[in-house]
Nanobody, 124 residues
Framework: QVQLVESGGGLVQAGGSLRLSCAAS????????MAWFRQPPGKEREWLAT????????FYSDSVKGRFTISRDNAGTTVYLQMNSLKPDDTAIYYC?????????????????WGQGTQVTVSS
């Protein structure tokens, strides 16, 4: 069982930046493809970005391409989401996910393991 813990959320003004982190449990035996999703208040969950196991390939939704960057550390157990030029519409709970296979995370259909989420609020 993979446990994921997000951190780095908070309150920021429009135009500002935040970096979210997602740490996988220390006992995992492999590197998983991972992704970030978000769920704005009253809306459905939205896929944002995915990174493969080797960190060679990254994928982004059109809504964040050019503003958000997904990356991971050399050990592969922590994934980051650098968020720049934040807008009030970016306000949401942000979740990281890991999956046994890359494809579902690229399609944005979901993951096998989820974190508890971290709140990001962007004020105007």
């Amino acid at each position: 069982q993979v446990q994921l813990v997000e951190s780095g959320g908070g309150l920021v003004q429009a135009g500002g930046s935040l970096r979210l982190s997602c740490a996988a449990s220390a006992r995992i035996s492999r590197v998983y493809p991972m992704a970030w999703f978000r769920q704005p208040p009253g809306k459905e969950r939205e896929w944002l970005a995915t990174i493969d196991e080797s960190a060679v390939y990254t994928f982004y939704s059109d809504s964040v391409k050019g503003r958000f960057t997904i990356s991971r550390d050399n050990a592969g157990t922590t994934v980051y989401l650098q968020m720049n030029s934040l807008k009030p519409d970016d306000t949401a709970i942000y979740y990281c996910a890991a999956a046994e296979l890359l494809q579902p995370l690229v399609a944005g259909t979901g993951g096998d393991y989820w974190g508890q989420g971290t709140q990001v609020t962007v004020s105007s």
